[in-house]
Each structure stands twice: as C-alpha cells, then as structure tokens.
C-alpha cells in the first residue's frame, strides 16, 4: 500500500519538472520525508496511510501554479495539529514563510465551525479572513477541505452531512469570494450529494439519460463555430460542458422549473488569446445563431467583483434549443478557473532571479487584492463585501468565542462586558468577572480576535451593574442596556425626582398643580410615548430621558385651550394681557416667528444654524439680546439646553414674505465643472446668491461652501435635492456654525 503515496508523490515531482525543468525540489523532498514520517501511524477513515492526504494537497495546489511555499505548506499542514513537531521545529527545519502559512492553517483548524445561523456564518466567514492574514493560508486550506470532501464517502452519515453543511456555509462563499470556481463548484456539488441524496441522484440521473443527446448538440453547434472562427482566421479553444449540478439544483428550485425549462443548462466555451479576438468571436456568434435578449453580459469591460472576467451570451441553437456561450482569453480562464490562485504562479524559471522581477510580482498580488476592495463597490451588498475581504485590515471589529463556541462579533476595543452584554443582558447585568482563554481577567481588559470568553456571574439576586462601566464599554449596545438597567432598577427613586422635576418646573411657569395635571391631559401623552401609567411617565422625567419642562408645555397648551375657545394668538393675547393683534402682526412679520407665552420682545434668527421656515425650531433666551431662534438640532442649542428655564416654545407664523440667509456645505469628489453647474442650478431656481465658496482638501475632495437666499424649507430642500442630484456630489448639508 506504501508504494502508492510514494508513486503519487513521484508524479507530484514530474508534475512540478514539467511545469519548470530547473525547479528545486530538495524543501519538498523534506517536507515529504518529515511528513511520511511524522504521520506514518495515523490511517484515514479509508484505512489508507494519512500521507496520501497532504500528498493530495501538495499536487492540487501544484495543479493551480500555486508558489513553491505554499506547495511545501500543503505538504506539512497537518503535521504541527496531528504529530508531536511543534512550530519552533518546522521554523527550524523549514524558514519562517512556511512555518507562517502551517501555523496559518493550523489555526483555521482550531475554529470549531459547526453553526445553526446565518448570522454566526458570516462571522464564521470573516474571522477567517482576519486570522488568516496571507490569502495562500485560505487556499491551502480550501484545497485541503476539497480533498476531504472527495473521500467523505468513509465517513459515517452524521459526519457527512455536518461536514458538508459547514462546507457550504463557510468555504464556498469563501471560495466564491477569491473567484476560486472550479473548486467552488466541485465543494457545491459534493455537499449537494450528501446533503440531499434524493434530489442529487434524480437529478444525474436525468441529465445523464440526456447526455447521448445532448453531447451530439454541443459537438454539432461546436462545429459549425469552429469552422466559421477557422475561416475568420481566429485560433480557438472550444468546449463544451453541463452546467454543475448544484448550480442546476438552486436555478430549478428558485425558479420553479423543471429540468427541461432551464435555458443554459448547455454551455460553450471559447477561448481565444486576446481580448481583441474575443468580441470578434462574439460578433461571429451573434452572426450565427440569434441571441435571446437580456442575456447578453460583459464582464470583459465590467468585471465580477472576484475579477472574473467574460462575455457571456446566449443563443438560439440550430434546433431551437438555448445554449449559452463564454468568450475569455487564456488569462481570463485561468482567473475564471482558480481566481486569486491564479496571481500566485509558480514561476521561478531559470533558477535566478532578480529582485526586481520579484517586487513587480508581489505588486502583482498586492493589485490584485486592491482590485478586490475597489470592485466592491460595484456589489450589490457592498457592506458585506468590505467588511469580510479586509483581511487583516480588519480594524473596527473583533471575533469572539462563547464557551460553546459561537461567535461573537464586537467593536475593536470591545471588554468582557461588551461580551457579557452580547449575549444576553441579564448576564450583563449579573456579571462579576471574566475568564479569557482560562485566565481570570479585568473587565476592562481589551478582547482579541479568537479569545475564548467566559463570564462569571453573580449568584445574587441583588447584583447589578456599576456606572462605571458606562465609560469602559465599547459597544452601545452595552452602554444602552446598562442605562436601561438603571432606568428600570432605580425606578422609585426616579419617580421620586420626576414628581420634584415637574413641582419645580409647575412653580417656575407660575402655575397650581391642580391647573395642569388633569388626566385628561396626561393620558393623551402617555398614549405618546407609550407609557401606562403617569409614574412611567415620572420615571423617565427623573431619568432625565423627557424634560419636565416639555410636559408642562404640552399642559399648558391644552390648559390655554381650555380656557378660551379662539385662536391661540388671542390667547396669547388674552393671558398676555395688554397686547393688540396689530402690534403682534408687525411684529411677526420682521421674522415670521411667535414666541410663545412672551410678546414684544426682541427676536433674532440665530446666525449659527440658520433657521428657515419649515425647521422645527427652539428659542433661547439671551440675556439682554432677546430671543434668538434656533433649529432644534442645532448643536449650540442642544448644549445651551443644559438652562432649561432660558428655553422657550417658539414657531413659525406661517405664511411670510420674508427670505432667509442659508448656509449649505457641499461635499463631492473633485470636477472642474461641478461649480459651474451648481451656480446654472441655482440661476434656473432664480434664488440670490451671496456667496460661494470651494476648495479642495487634501485627500482630493472638493469642498464647497454656498450662502444663499431663500423663502422657507421647502425651497431649501427642492435645492438640496438638485444638488444632491447633480454627479460627483457626496454629501450636502447645512452647515452650523
Ligand atoms: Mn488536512
């Protein structure tokens, strides 16, 4: 039985001196030896020696170009998980690059992946990008899943389906993702055997009874192409394949379709040696058979985000039957065949090699992943494109283990009681310390990727959180359900405070408790905001989340209501005392704005936020200056509400003929014209302009900042929207000063 690892690893070799004459093959020759010797007592569930796996490994990986180290790697990758060789040893034996991409996927190995959701996946997904920080790591190791998956058939049912399941879930997006499709294809199709046996079977099945058929078509349509590319001149490479049989499985399954309505169950593939040739074949084609509209894709000029790279078509064949066709260079099959692999070429010809030639290759590599993260965009959900292919440009997040071995995706920065509070609040809130990777650490203490995590819990029922923790956690769902904690635990105390809150605020107004406080008051804002009874109400007030001061507003209306059935500025007038309606319109009519409660007095539109009619507005009781009115999302506003007795109700009048002075900041990518046509916009809306202003930032944005005239907000927004509309532009907003 020996000697058949031992003739697997001969044609490894001759594979490897074929592909270069003047290889080196003394590192793999040692690895082998090591490995051989190493895992000489391990057997696989077949009862073959295990070195017929890593053997295995190291030729599919030799297969795809992959570069010598990687080959070595696949070679020893399961020697540091199953034999006693530690890492010190392989770095010893074999340098530093090997030992990295071994331990790299080691490491994967050591993430237990069984997972019911979704959600736990694309965690799953992402933390082996972020912990495997050399791509070759992820293809080492989806070729040893491959591998696995072609001899599960010794593995009992249990085995098998958790295999595939894992399969499908984490490395075929994977796969996917590096543009890795013949091995994609492969995995789908062998989870699809395992996981629905029926389906598979039914579905060889009636492909192979077709197939006779079906294989005569294809050569016929071959042919004929081939004849008409041969008289064009064009030397091509033609192909004929079925679709794979998942691919075939999901597309009858979304669409509802039997075997026999699937249109590109046939496909043709040509490849050519430029890119020239390939829409000269597409033009031929198209000449020859009549495409069916919609189908025609160019992801020659417009590649998948994975970088595949084609013209796809399809076409009515000779007897009416669909067939589709891929036009591709040599390099873009390659791509299409072993995507990111493919940029890996093992290439060392000639023995030397100048370093020059080494750094364009690793430009090479470097290009490709960029491509990757520019051509993200360009997805559909490009969130989740960005976020898993940053490899270990992951900054913003951390993967974590619960004990059971869910994962648990957090904030960098992140402590164990982010963690706790992760996974439930109540745990939150009865934690009392916490054990990372066994140790017993701070709550402070910063999480890493891959860290185990354990919260100890109080027994108590009394424990609860500590305010300090708000300034120590990370993610605001932490901070949230803590301040929740308080809302609720400290529920008396806070009713307490939000009686003496709306006594003070009762008093300051000059008002009697029994003037205001009616139920049939009350119950409408409580149906507001939702509470059930007036103590909920209290709670918040003493929580601080409601002001006092806004519920007395919300009374005091209704009471002023009450005791005057008219308009409210002959309320205003009435409560007042002494003003009369003419005073009050030209007094409206220099801004446009009533103050509530106050007359005749001093008002201003503040110059920092800039307030227009339509803005929900606020003013603020300036000392000796009157009232300035500002929108109430004005920052300034927000930090001078700290006084709230210098808060006043205040709003717009309603009709005016007044105009307004607006600031607008706009944001967008640098273009020479873009000036311009904001200044044409503006002339065609016939608004003022009084100033405009741009310049560019260093990082090559185009800042520019516009003040201008208009009447009220729903000008303003008519004009954002048209900015906004206008291309290059990223953001526009209203600046606050
Ligand atoms: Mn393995």
Not at 290 to 318: C, E, F, V, W
Not at 525 to 532: E, G, M, N, R, T
Not at 678 to 698: D, F, G, S, V
Request: proline share 3%.
């Amino acid at each position: 039985m020996g000697v058949e690892y031992v003739a697997q690893f001969e044609e490894l070799k001759k594979l490897l001196k074929e592909k270069n004459n003047d290889v080196d093959l003394s590192v793999l020759e040692k690895a082998f030896k090591l490995a051989d010797e190493k895992h000489t007592e391990q057997k696989r569930k077949s009862g073959e020696p295990f070195i017929i796996h890593p053997v295995a490994v190291a030729t599919m990986l030799a297969e795809m170009d992959m570069d010598m180290p990687s080959i070595v790697a696949g070679m020893l990758h399961d020697v540091i998980e199953d034999t006693p060789v530690t890492t010190d040893e392989m770095r010893e034996m074999f340098g530093e690059e090997i030992t990295y991409l071994v331990d790299g996927v080691t490491k994967l190995k050591r993430i237990p992946t069984s997972t019911k959701e979704e959600l736990q996946a694309e965690n799953l997904r992402k933390m082996f990008l972020s912990m495997a920080s050399d791509i070759r790591v992820i293809v080492i190791k989806l070729v040893d899943r491959l591998h696995n998956m072609r001899t599960l058939q010794y593995m009992n049912t249990d085995s098998q389906i958790t295999k595939a399941r894992e399969t499908l879930e984490i490395y075929t997006p994977l796969a996917h993702r590096l543009g890795m499709t013949k091995i994609k294809w492969e995995l789908e199709d062998l989870c699809f055997k395992y996981l629905e046996p029926e389906s598979y079977n039914n579905l060889v099945a009636q492909i192979t009874q077709r197939r006779d058929q079906q294989e005569a078509y294809i050569k016929k349509v071959l042919d004929s192409i081939k004849a008409r590319l041969d008289e064009a001149g064009i030397k091509a490479f033609l192909d004929g394949r079925p679709k794979h049989f998942y691919s075939i499985h999901k597309k009858m399954i979304s669409q509802n379709k039997a075997l026999s309505q699937i249109y590109d169950l046939l496909a043709i593939r040509v490849i050519v040696d430029t890119v020239k040739e390939c829409y000269t074949v597409f033009g031929i084609i198209h000449d020859m058979y009549t495409p069916m509209p919609g189908r025609i894709k160019d992801y020659i000029a417009m590649p998948k985000p994975n970088m595949y790279q084609s013209l796809h078509t399809t076409l009515i064949g000779p007897d009416g039957q669909p067939f589709e066709a891929q036009i591709r260079t040599w390099e873009m099959h390659k791509t299409a065949e072993i995507g990111i692999a493919a940029h890996w070429k093992y290439k060392e010809k000639g023995g030397s090699k100048n370093s020059g030639e080494k750094t364009a290759e690793y430009d090479g590599k470097l290009e490709w992943v960029r491509n990757l993260l520019d051509n993200q965009k360009e997805i559909e959900d490009p969130n989740e494109f960005a976020q898993t292919f940053k490899m270990d440009l992951f900054t913003d997040e951390v993967f974590v283990f619960t004990p059971k071995g869910d994962v648990k995706c957090l904030p960098k920065g992140s402590t164990p009681i982010d963690f706790a509070y992760a996974i439930h609040s109540a745990v939150g809130n009865k934690m009392i310390g916490a054990r990372v990777n066994g140790e017993i650490k701070p709550l402070n203490h910063k999480l890493r990727t891959g860290d185990f995590v354990e919260i100890i819990t109080s027994k108590s029922n009394n424990h609860g959180p500590s305010r300090d923790w708000l300034s120590v956690v990370k993610s605001s769902e932490a901070k949230s359900k803590i301040r929740q904690w308080f809302k609720k635990e400290c529920r008396d105390e806070n009713i307490e405070r939000g009686r003496e809150c709306i006594e003070r605020e009762l008093k300051k107004q000059g008002y009697k408790y029994e003037q205001l406080i009616k139920n049939e008051w009350i119950d409408p804002i409580l149906k507001k905001y939702k509470f059930s009874s007036y103590e909920d109400l209290l709670n918040v007030i003493g929580f601080g989340e409601i002001s006092a001061q806004k519920i007395i507003n919300i009374l005091k209306e209704e009471y002023i209501k009450s005791i005057s059935g008219s308009k409210e500025e002959e309320i205003l007038a009435k409560i007042e005392g002494n003003k009369n309606k003419k005073e009050k319109q030209k007094h409206m009519s220099d801004h446009g704005i009533i103050v509530k409660g106050i007359d005749n007095c001093l008002i201003r539109l503040s110059r920092c936020c800039n307030p227009v009619p339509g803005d929900s507005i606020v003013g603020y009781v300036t000392k000796g200056r009157g009232v300035s009115v500002h929108r109430t999302d004005c920052p300034n506003i927000v930090a001078m509400s700290e006084s709230e007795d210098r808060v006043i109700d205040v709003r717009w009048a309603g009709e005016s003929k007044n105009t307004y002075i607006v600031d607008i900041s706009i944001q967008a990518v640098d273009n020479s014209i873009l000036l311009l046509q904001i200044a044409k916009l503006i002339a065609e809306m016939k608004l003022p302009m009084k100033a405009i202003n741009a310049r560019t930032t260093r990082d090559n944005y185009e800042l520019i900042d516009l003040t201008i005239e208009i009447t009220d907000r729903s000008e303003l927004d008519r004009l954002v929207k048209k900015i906004n509309g206008l291309e290059n532009v990223l953001d526009v907003s209203r600046t606050v000063k």
